[in-house]
């Protein structure tokens, strides 16, 4: 905890537009705000040495030549929920506080996993789009109902609570696997992967990215559950192998995708995609009527944007006030 008069010298520097609400608590507490939405990184540690404070969503890394040319860096407010584009040991090591916003869009998160997941079982976007074109077929249309699944959500942190939780209203079972013990609670049973593989019907991601989950749904562990699945995936794209994913949609191993996050995308969530060749697999994906996309919006809603924002602010606060 630090005095107020120390807070009043706080100088913060903002690489992303956020809601205002972000720079004007932080004007109250007396911070001095600035804002640089578009230099480039190599631009930015220039002058991060003046800085006592960031507040980035995505723009770019913040890895450990950054941190080392941030010498009087004593936060970064990460308005999102990953920390994977950060160095958070490194930081800590330098004894800078670093703060996500994991509360803040949940709820969101939690929402939009299960309207894809309605989305797919009900061929919404499929129906949609037929009839757009003059198209009425009411039986390549028929439904599949989530009463009497077992849902399984591996990840039961922030995001897979919420999801169980919006679960609740179903005749369903919800089953969790994490790799922390007793995570479990009220709205899903935690199992072990065995108990995972053997129960699933749908399986829903809620991993951060991490060297141990890129590239976790491959098609050993596809192939490793009893029944084939349908898969959720609002947490990060190189969780998922794309073409391992196509192989297991091709042969019905899995009944149907929906995708918030690509293995193709871009670090920065803010544009498509990293390489403009992309495989083969991308486009079985986007011709395939089984596959739901949306773009990295899971927890981007009109009140995730004030909710995050919010979470910055008070964990700031907490610390230094």
């Not at 169980?164 to 369903?172: Q, R, S, T």
């Not at 959720?232 to 191993?253: F, H, M, P, Q």
């Not at 739901?292 to 995050?308: M, N």
Request: glycine residues 8%; proline residues 2%.
């Amino acid at each position: 905890m630090t005095s107020t008069s120390y807070i009043y010298l706080m100088r913060v520097l903002h690489l992303d537009a956020n809601h205002p609400l972000l720079i004007e608590q932080f004007e109250q507490l007396g911070f001095q705000n600035d804002t640089d939405y578009s230099s480039k990184k190599k631009d930015v540690e220039k002058i991060i040495n003046s800085y006592d404070g960031i507040i980035i969503r995505s723009r770019f890394t913040i890895d450990s030549s950054f941190l080392d040319k941030a010498t009087n860096l004593k936060f970064i407010g990460r308005v999102g929920a990953g920390l994977e584009s950060i160095d958070v040991a490194y930081a800590k090591e330098k004894n800078i506080f670093v703060a996500a916003a994991h509360e803040g869009n949940r709820n969101a998160v939690g929402e939009h996993t299960l309207g894809m997941l309605l989305s797919l079982f009900n061929k919404l976007n499929k129906a949609d789009r037929e009839v757009r074109q003059g198209k009425w077929d009411r039986e390549g249309n028929r439904g599949v109902e989530l009463d009497g699944k077992t849902v399984g959500i591996i990840g039961y942190g922030n995001m897979g609570k919420a999801f169980a939780k919006k679960l609740k209203g179903f005749e369903v079972e919800t089953i969790c696997y994490d790799i922390e013990g007793g995570v479990g609670d009220e709205n899903a049973r935690q199992v072990g992967i065995l108990e995972l593989q053997q129960k699933t019907d749908v399986l829903s991601l809620h991993v951060p990215q991490t060297p141990e989950t890129m590239g976790m749904i491959n098609d050993h562990f596809i192939n490793s559950f009893h029944k084939p699945i349908w898969l959720l995936n609002t947490a990060r794209g190189k969780c998922v192998i794309t073409e391992d994913l196509v192989a297991n949609l091709k042969s019905g191993k899995i009944l149907g995708a929906g995708l918030d996050v690509l293995e193709f995308e871009k670090s920065s969530f803010e544009d498509m995609f990293d390489d403009t060749k992309l495989p083969d697999s991308w486009r079985y994906l986007v011709k395939a009527d089984n596959v739901l996309f949306t773009p990295h919006v899971a927890g981007w809603t009109i009140e995730s944007k004030e909710k995050l924002a919010q979470t910055i602010v008070d964990k700031i606060k907490e610390r230094f006030c």
